[in-house]
């Protein structure tokens, strides 16, 4: 099981977040009153769709043996009426067929990020005295 450690900081909103030996930082822009310190959140949610997205297309090809050399994703978040809405644009580059790219396609939206955002996630906030 995965396990990511977030900790406020002495700024307004910007958080340090902590997975394995990373450390990344996470804030609001200034607009928001943040010290755009770091990305959104969503922003941080985009980036990870995206990168599952990119990792599980080349993991694919690479098994297939397809020439697939680069991928570029490009997400976008909005609202379709009262429901969220992302948007990933997928940009293949390699000697790829039409027929490997559509299944490049469908296989892109198996990832373990698309899967979890796409079926309805039970999270369970606890409180934990320390």
């Known amino acids: 099981m995965d396990s990511v450690k977030v900790s406020s900081t002495d700024a307004r909103?910007?958080?340090?977040?902590h997975i394995r030996q990373f450390d990344?930082?996470?804030d609001e822009p200034a607009d928001l009153d943040g010290d755009d310190a770091g990305p959104k959140p969503t922003?941080?949610?985009?980036?990870?769709?995206g990168a599952c997205k990119a990792i599980t297309l080349k993991m694919?090809?690479?098994?297939?043996?397809?020439?697939?050399?680069?991928?570029?994703v490009e997400l976008t978040?909005?609202?379709?009426?009262?429901?969220?809405?992302i948007q990933a644009a997928?940009?293949?580059?390699?000697?790829?067929?039409?027929?490997?790219?559509?299944?490049l396609l469908i296989i892109a939206d198996?990832?373990?990020?698309?899967?979890?955002?796409?079926?309805?996630?039970?999270?369970?906030?606890?409180?934990v005295d320390e």
Do not use: F
Not at 112 to 126: E, N, Y
């Open 110 to 127: 198996k990832c373990p990020i698309h899967k979890m955002l796409s079926a309805s996630v039970d999270i369970h906030t606890i409180l």
């Open 24 to 26: 990344l930082v996470a």
């Open 77 to 85: 978040e909005g609202k379709e009426g009262d429901r969220p809405q």
């Open 43 to 49: 922003e941080l949610l985009l980036g990870s769709l």
């Open 90 to 103: 997928l940009y293949l580059e390699g000697d790829l067929s039409d027929e490997q790219k559509q299944r």
């Open 60 to 72: 694919y090809a690479g098994r297939k043996g397809w020439a697939l050399e680069r991928v570029d």
């Open 13 to 17: 909103y910007t958080q340090n977040i």
